[in-house]
C-alpha cells in the first residue's frame, strides 16, 4: 500500500501570506503526528492526533500555527501571516496506534518564505 | 530545550569502519529509544528501536547499546557501506507522548 504522501513538495510564500500543507496518513493508521525540521535543528514536535480524541497540540510555536484532522484521516496543517522563522520541512508521520509503535514519515513538504 | 542530546554532529568513515553515534537523556520517563535514518529529500525511517528492559539490540548490521544508569545510548554501524550516508537520528519517548528528537549526525561512509 501507498506510505503517507504530502502536499505541496514545496512550497515558496511572501511573508504575511497564510499557507496550508496537507497530509495523506496510511491507510488505517489512527495517529498522526506533524513535525517541523529546520536546519541543524532536528525534528520538533508540533501536534498530535489520536482518533477521535482532542489533539496534542503542546508543541505548536504560535498561536499562527494550526491543524485540523478531517474524517480522522487527512491533515491540512496551516500557519497563518508567515514569517521568514517559518521556513523549514513539514514532516507528516502515521502510526497504527499511539504510543511507542512505529511512526511512518511521509517525505515534507519544504516551506521558504521570502 | 532539547531533551535528547546527540553526538557527533558529523562523521567520516572508510567503508567497512564502524561509525559509533552517541545520545543521552535525562528523563527517566522515557522507554523507548528509536533510530531513524534519512536520506536527502526523504522523510526519516525507523532504523532500530530499544527499549530499557534490554541493553544490547542488533539487526542486521547495526547494534543499539543502551545505559540505562548513564542514561546514554548509542548506534553503531557495523562494516559500513558508502550506501548508509545519511542522516541519522536518535529519539526518546515516554509512553503517550511525542518522540523526543536528536539534532542529527550526518554520516559519510568513503569508499
Known amino acids: 500500500g501507498a506510505g503517507v504522501s504530502q502536499s505541496p513538495s514545496n512550497k515558496v510564500t511572501e511573508k504575511g501570506k497564510d499557507v496550508e500543507l496537507r497530509c495523506d496518513p496510511i491507510?488505517?493508521?489512527?495517529?498522526l503526528y506533524w513535525y517541523r525540521q529546520s536546519l541543524g535543528q532536528g525534528l520538533e514536535f508540533l501536534i498530535y492526533?489520536?482518533?477521535?480524541?482532542?489533539?496534542?497540540k503542546s508543541g505548536l510555536p504560535s498561536d499562527r500555527f494550526s491543524a485540523e484532522r478531517t474524517g480522522g484521516s487527512v491533515s491540512t496543517l496551516t500557519i497563518q501571516r508567515t514569517q521568514q522563522e517559518d521556513s523549514a520541512v513539514y514532516l507528516c508521520a502515521s502510526s497504527p496506534a499511539w504510543g511507542t509503535d512505529t511512526q511512518y514519515f511521509g517525505p515534507g513538504t519544504r516551506l521558504t518564505v521570502l | 530545550q532539547q531533551q535528547v542530546k546527540q553526538s557527533p554532529q558529523s562523521l567520516i568513515v572508510q567503508k567497512g569502519g564502524i561509525p559509533i553515534i552517541n545520545c543521552a537523556y535525562e528523563n527517566t520517563a522515557f522507554d523507548y529509544f528509536p533510530w531513524y535514518q534519512q536520506f536527502p529529500g526523504k522523510g526519516p525511517a525507523l532504523l532500530i528501536a530499544i527499549r530499557p528492559d534490554v541493553s544490547e539490540k542488533k539487526e542486521g548490521r547495526f547494534t543499539i547499546s543502551f545505559n540505562k544508569s548513564a542514561k546514554q545510548f548509542s548506534l553503531h554501524i557495523m562494516d559500513s557501506q558508502p550506501g548508509d550516508s545519511a542522516t541519522y537520528f536518535c529519539a526518546a519517548q515516554a509512553s503517550g507522548y511525542a518522540l523526543n528528537f536528536g539534532k542529527g549526525t550526518s554520516l559519510l561512509v568513503t569508499p
Open positions: 491507510s488505517g493508521h489512527t495517529a
Open positions: 492526533f489520536q482518533g477521535n480524541s482532542a489533539p496534542d
